[in-house]
């Protein structure tokens, strides 16, 4: 089994910054492909970021692409989500995702272990 525990959400103004981070346990971090998504009240779970574990490679959603950075300390167990220029639509509960492949995946089908999510809002 695999413990999510994400921390840094908060309330920012458009265009500021904010950076998540997420702890993992019970397994060898370093094995496993992590994954950000989130989800707006009303609307489904959508893809945010991933970063596979196998070469490191990385993935974004098109709509933060450019403004946000995944990144992983593996010694940590940690995974991060920088977020820069953030914006009112980026408003979500952001939620921390885990997945044994060794490839990324946009499909939250796909992700097997999950947090419990830290609230983003961003006011215009």
């Known amino acids: 089994q695999v413990q999510l525990v994400e921390s840094g959400g908060g309330l920012v103004q458009a265009g500021e910054s904010l950076r998540l981070s997420c702890a993992a346990s019970?397994?060898?971090?370093?094995?496993?492909?992590m994954g950000w998504f989130r989800q707006a009240p009303g609307k489904e779970r959508e893809f945010v970021a991933a970063?596979?574990?196998?070469?490191?490679?990385?993935a974004y959603a098109d709509s933060v692409k450019g403004r946000f950075t995944i990144s992983r300390d593996n010694a940590k167990n940690t995974v991060y989500l920088r977020m820069n220029s953030l914006k009112p639509e980026d408003t979500a509960v952001y939620y921390c995702?885990?997945?044994?492949?060794?490839?990324?995946?946009?499909?939250?089908?796909?992700?097997?272990?999950w947090g419990q999510g830290t609230q983003v809002t961003v006011s215009s």
């Open positions: 970063h596979a574990w196998y070469r490191g490679n990385t």
């Open positions: 019970g397994r060898t971090f370093s094995s496993l492909t």
């Open positions: 995702a885990a997945r044994d492949g060794t490839n990324w995946s946009g499909s939250a089908y796909d992700y097997g272990y």
